[in-house]
C-alpha cells in the first residue's frame, strides 16, 4: 500500500521531474539494469535525469507512489516527455523496434503502423509487426463490385482471386482425370458425368469463409487492431475510416502502408457496367454461367475460360490483339492453340462495342456486339460475359494527393523506392498497388513481411523483384521464371541468346493416347554469360510445381551446364530440364511421339 | 431471444440442431460431466465465459451445450464428433455456429472477445 502520509505531495513531486526532464530514470545506483538503462541512453547521446531512490530518506515511499501511479514498482523506471515507457527490457525492446525515437521526439500517436488493406500484403506485414512489440492497425473494406458481390477479410487471392482459381482449375482437372480413369480400367457407371456448379460454388465459397474467419481470429489473438473500415487520408499522420454504417472514426499513426491492391478495370463501352461480371463475381455466382464470353486476354481472362470450357460450357474469348502481354509470346500462343483444340473459341483481333439484354434471368441472356479489326461488325448472344481486361490499383479518392504521395498519372499505381517507400516519407506501398512490380501474392507477402522489419527492427534486407517465378493456371498449365524469350534478344542481342527446347509427353498422358506434341520447355541463355539460363518456361501439367523449385537455381545464377549436370527424377515432366540437348538455331525436329 | 438447450451425445445434438435449423443455432461441445466434475480443465474454463457472452444476445438465437461424453469415448479417433464431416472436432471445448466456416477451438473460446466475435451477425 502506498502510503497516505503524503502520498499526493509525492505524486506532485514525480510528476514534476516527469514534466520538467525529457528523460526521466527513477534509479537505484547499485542496480545493474539502471546502469544497463542509463548506458543506453549514453550510448544514443540522449541526456537523461536520474533519481537514486536509496540514496533518499523517502524513496521507499517514491517507489510506492511510482507502483501507485504506473503499476510499476522495480527500478529502474523511466519517463519519456512526460510518458511512462518502463524498466530496462522496455527501453532496449524501444530502442530496438524504434518507438523510442518517437517518444524522444515527444511525438503521441494512435499506432506505430496502420495499414491499409488486408489483403496478402497487408495481413502479412500487420502480424510481422506486431513481432516487434509494437501497435498495429489494419483497414480492410470491400466496396462491393458493381453486381453487387462483396467478401470478407484477406483480399484479392484469398476471396477473388488465387485461392477460388485454382479451386476451379483443379475441378476441370478432374474432369480431365475422370476421362483418362477409362483407358486405366475404371469402368465409370454413368458414361455422361456431369459437373454440378452449384456444388462446387458453394463448397469453395465454404472454404473461403472458413479462412475470412481464421484471419480474423489471428488478428484479434496477435492483437492487431482490425477495423472494417474504408481509409482515407487527412494528413500524412491521420486517417479517417469509415464502416459500412457510415460511423467514422480517426486514427493517429507513425507509418503507414498503402496495400490496396486492385479492381478489375470495365471497358467503356454501353451495357458493361450494367450486364457484365468479373473475376469479383464470377468465383461465387449462384448459378451455372450457360454460355459465357470472356472479354480479354490476360490470365485471368485465359484462366477462366480454360475451365469453364473444361467443366462442359460454351465459352468464346474476345481478343484485342495478343495474348498474355508480357509474358512469353510463343507461350502465350500454344496456350492459345491448346485451348483452341481443347473447344474454347476465339474471336480474334476484336473489341467489343455495346452490350444489350435480351432477358432478365440467372442466367440472363445478352447480346454482345464487337468490331474486328477490319471493321466487320460480329454479333452474338451469351449468357455470361466475363470482362478481364486487368485491373486498376484502388488509389483514388483516398487522399493521396492531399498527403504527397506520388502516383503515375496515368494509371494510378504508386511510385515508391525499392524499399517501397512512397514520396511521403513515412509511407510506404506494397502488393498490387506498386507500379512495376509483379502482381501476385508471394510477392505482396514478402514484400511486406521485410518492409515490417526493416521498419520495427535492425532488418535491413529488401524484397527482390527479380526472377520472380509464376504460373498460369490455364487447361495446360505454363509456368515461367525470369525474361520471355523476346525481353531476352532485345537486352542481349539474338546473336547472344541459345534457346534449348523440347516438346515432351507425360508418361500419364500415353495409356489415354492424350495429344503428343503440345507440352512444351525451353530455357533462355545468354551465350556470353556462359550459358548462364535466364528464362526458363514450361508449358503442361503441374507447371506451378515443377517451376517453383528451378527458381532457386536460377537465382543462384544457375548455367545451362549445371541443369545438364542435375540428375532427373523419373518418370516426371520435370526431368526434360536436365536432358535438354535441341538449339532453336539448329532447327532440328523436337517432336516426341508416344511409342 | 436465446434459448439454450442442453444435451449429451451425438445424436441428440444432432437431432436438436435439426429441430432448431430455421434458427441461428450454435453449440459448445465440452467434456461430460461425471459424478459432476469435468474432465477437461480447459472446458471449465470456457463455459462461464462462452455462458456470460451469450447472455447479451438478443436475436432468434438457439445455444446448445453438448456433452461429448467421458475422456475414454472423446479420444477415441473413431467417435461421431470427430468423424462426422459437418463437425470434424478436433479438440475440445469448440465453439461453432451450426453450418458456418466459424469455429474457436480450446482456450479461444475463453477469449471474450473472440465468443463476442463469433456471437456476431455475419
Ligand atoms: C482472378 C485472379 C487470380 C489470381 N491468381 C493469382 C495466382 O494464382 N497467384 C498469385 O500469386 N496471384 C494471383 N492473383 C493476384 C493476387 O491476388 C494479388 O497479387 C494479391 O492479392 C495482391 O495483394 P495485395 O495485398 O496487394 O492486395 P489485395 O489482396 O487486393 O488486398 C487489398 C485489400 O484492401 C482493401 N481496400 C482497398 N482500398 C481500401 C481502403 N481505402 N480502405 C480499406 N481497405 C481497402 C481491398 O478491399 C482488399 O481487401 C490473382 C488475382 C486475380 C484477380
Given at each position: 500500500m502506498p502510503p497516505i502520509d503524503g502520498s499526493d505531495g509525492l505524486k506532485a513531486m514525480i510528476e514534476d521531474l516527469v514534466n520538467k526532464n525529457r528523460v526521466m530514470i527513477f534509479s537505484k545506483s547499485a542496480c545493474p539494469y539502471c546502469l544497463k538503462a542509463k548506458d543506453l541512453f549514453k550510448s544514443i547521446n540522449v541526456e537523461y535525469h536520474a533519481v537514486?531512490?536509496?540514496?533518499?530518506?523517502n524513496g521507499p515511499a517514491i517507489q510506492d507512489t511510482l507502483q501507485a501511479m504506473t503499476g510499476q514498482r522495480t527500478v529502474p523506471n523511466t519517463f519519456i516527455n512526460g510518458k511512462h515507457l518502463g524498466g530496462y527490457d522496455s527501453t532496449l525492446k524501444a530502442k530496438e523496434n524504434k518507438t523510442l525515437e518517437v517518444m524522444l521526439d515527444g511525438e503521441s500517436y494512435d499506432y506505430d503502423l496502420v495499414v491499409i488493406g488486408g489483403g496478402s500484403g497487408g495481413l502479412a506485414c500487420a502480424k510481422e509487426a506486431v513481432k516487434h512489440g509494437v501497435k498495429v492497425a489494419c483497414l480492410d473494406f470491400v466496396k462491393p463490385s458493381p453486381q453487387g458481390t462483396t467478401w470478407g477479410l484477406g483480399g484479392t487471392c484469398v476471396n477473388v482471386g488465387c485461392i477460388p482459381k485454382k479451386l476451379m482449375h483443379q475441378a476441370s482437372i478432374l474432369g480431365h482425370s475422370i476421362e483418362d480413369a477409362k483407358s486405366y480400367g475404371w469402368e465409370l457407371k454413368d458414361e455422361k458425368v456431369k459437373h454440378n456448379w452449384e456444388t462446387m460454388k458453394n463448397a469453395i465459397q465454404d472454404h473461403i469463409g472458413s479462412l475470412n474467419w481464421n484471419y480474423r481470429v489471428e488478428l484479434r489473438s496477435k492483437e492487431v487492431t482490425y477495423q472494417n473500415s474504408y481509409g482515407e487520408f487527412i494528413d500524412k499522420h491521420k486517417i479517417k475510416c469509415t464502416n459500412k454504417r457510415g460511423k467514422v472514426q480517426e486514427m493517429t499513426s507513425r507509418y503507414f502502408i498503402l496495400a490496396m491492391g486492385g479492381r478489375p478495370r470495365y471497358p467503356d463501352i454501353p451495357g458493361c457496367k450494367e450486364y457484365c461480371i468479373t473475376s469479383d463475381d464470377l468465383f461465387s455466382l449462384p448459378y451455372a454461367p450457360g454460355k459465357t464470353l470472356c472479354i480479354g486476354a490476360s490470365y485471368v481472362s485465359l484462366e477462366c475460360a480454360g475451365f469453364l470450357t473444361s467443366l462442359g460450357f460454351d465459352v468464346t474469348v474476345m481478343v484485342r490483339s495478343i495474348l498474355l502481354r508480357g509474358f512469353d509470346q510463343q507461350m502465350a500462343e500454344e496456350i492459345g492453340k491448346y485451348m483452341a483444340d481443347h473447344g474454347t473459341k476465339f474471336i480474334r483481333p476484336c473489341v467489343p462495342v455495346k452490350i444489350e439484354r435480351l432477358e432478365e434471368g440467372q442466367p440472363g441472356r445478352y447480346r454482345v456486339t464487337g468490331k474486328m479489326q477490319d471493321g466487320t461488325e460480329v454479333v452474338d448472344e451469351y449468357n455470361t460475359i466475363v470482362v478481364a481486361v486487368g485491373r486498376d490499383p484502388c488509389t483514388k479518392g483516398i487522399g493521396l494527393d492531399t498527403v504527397g504521395v506520388d502516383v503515375d498519372p496515368k494509371t494510378g499505381f504508386v511510385l515508391a523506392s525499392d524499399g517501397e517507400q512512397t514520396s511521403c516519407p513515412n509511407i510506404y506501398a506494397i502488393g498490387d498497388v506498386l507500379k512495376g512490380r509483379p502482381e501476385l501474392t508471394p510477392v505482396a507477402i514478402q514484400a511486406g513481411r521485410l518492409l515490417a522489419k526493416r521498419l520495427f527492427t535492425s532488418a535491413t534486407l529488401k524484397c527482390d523483384y527479380v526472377n520472380v517465378p509464376t504460373t498460369v493456371f490455364t487447361p495446360l498449365e505454363y509456368g515461367a521464371i525470369g525474361m520471355p524469350e523476346e525481353v531476352a534478344i532485345d537486352k542481349f542481342g539474338q546473336g547472344d541468346i541459345e534457346v534449348y527446347h523440347s516438346h515432351f509427353l507425360p508418361l500419364e498422358w500415353t495409356l489415354p493416347h492424350r495429344e503428343e506434341n503440345v507440352c512444351y520447355a525451353k530455357l533462355i541463355c545468354v551465350k556470353s554469360l556462359k550459358e548462364k539460363v535466364i528464362g526458363l518456361h514450361v508449358l503442361g501439367p503441374n507447371a506451378g510445381e515443377i517451376t517453383q523449385g528451378f527458381t532457386i537455381g536460377i537465382k543462384l545464377g544457375a548455367t545451362k551446364a549445371d541443369f545438364d549436370n542435375a540428375i532427373g527424377i523419373h518418370p516426371t515432366c520435370a526431368e526434360i530440364f536436365t536432358t535438354m540437348n535441341i538449339t532453336k538455331n539448329s532447327g532440328v525436329d523436337i517432336s516426341v511421339s508416344g511409342c | 431471444m436465446v434459448r439454450q438447450i442442453v444435451v449429451e451425445g451425438f445424436d441428440n445434438c444432432m437431432r436438436t440442431t435439426e429441430e432448431n435449423k430455421n434458427s441461428n443455432v450454435y453449440i459448445l461441445f465440452s467434456s461430460s460431466k461425471v459424478n459432476g466434475k469435468s474432465w477437461c480443465p480447459d472446458c471449465v474454463v470456457a463455459e462461464p465465459i462462452v455462458e456470460e457472452c451469450i447472455s447479451k444476445k438478443s436475436d432468434d438465437t438457439v445455444f446448445i451445450f453438448c456433452g461429448v461424453g467421458d475422456r475414454e469415448f472423446w479420444k477415441n479417433a473413431s467417435n461421431p464428433f470427430r468423424t462426422d464431416s459437418r463437425l470434424k472436432l478436433k479438440s475440445v471445448p469448440t465453439l461453432l455456429k451450426w453450418g458456418k466456416p466459424k469455429r474457436l477451438e480450446e482456450n479461444q473460446c475463453a477469449d471474450k472477445e473472440l465468443v463476442a466475435m463469433l456471437l456476431e451477425e455475419d
Open positions: 537514486e531512490l536509496d540514496k533518499l530518506d | -
